[in-house]
C-alpha cells in the first residue's frame, strides 16, 4: 500500500517593505469610478412617506391584568405626570384620575383666549 499524497500548501504572499495608501477597488462595471454606498440603499434622506394630520399622543395610559394575578395600571404625560397603582381598587382609581387629567392637562387646553 501507498501512502496518501498531501495538498500542496498555499504559500503566503510577502509582505511589501514600504507603506502604500488604499486605493478603492473598480466598480463592477469597470468604469473606475469609486462607489459611495452598497447597491439599492438610497444616497440621500427621503422625506417620511406617511403623512400625519399633525396630532401625536402626550399621554399614555397602560393597564396590564393577567389571570390570577394583580392588575397594575400606569398614567404617563408628558406634561411630567407619572403615576403606578398595583390592585382592583387603585388600578381603576388611577384609571379614573386618567381621564380626569386628560381634560385638565396643561398640554391639551388651549390658552389662545385667556389674556
Known amino acids: 500500500m501507498s501512502t496518501p499524497r498531501r495538498p500542496h500548501l498555499k504559500s ?9 495608501t488604499a486605493e478603492p477597488a473598480p466598480a463592477a462595471s469597470g468604469s473606475g469610478a469609486p462607489k459611495d454606498v452598497a447597491e439599492g440603499v438610497p444616497s ?8 400625519g394630520d ?16 394583580v ?17 382592583h381598587r387603585k388600578a381603576l382609581a388611577l384609571i379614573d384620575d386618567h381621564n380626569r387629567h386628560r381634560t385638565r392637562c396643561p398640554l391639551r387646553t388651549h390658552q389662545e383666549g385667556a389674556a
Do not use: H, K
Not at 503566503?12 to 502604500?20: F, I
Open 12 to 20: 503566503l504572499p510577502t509582505p511589501p517593505t514600504s507603506p502604500r
Open 44 to 51: 440621500s434622506v427621503r422625506p417620511d412617506p406617511q403623512t
Open 54 to 69: 399633525g396630532r401625536y399622543p402626550i399621554a399614555w395610559l397602560t393597564i396590564t391584568a393577567p389571570r390570577g394575578a
Open 71 to 87: 392588575p397594575t395600571a400606569t398614567s404617563i404625560c408628558e406634561c411630567g405626570r407619572n403615576l403606578f397603582a398595583a390592585g
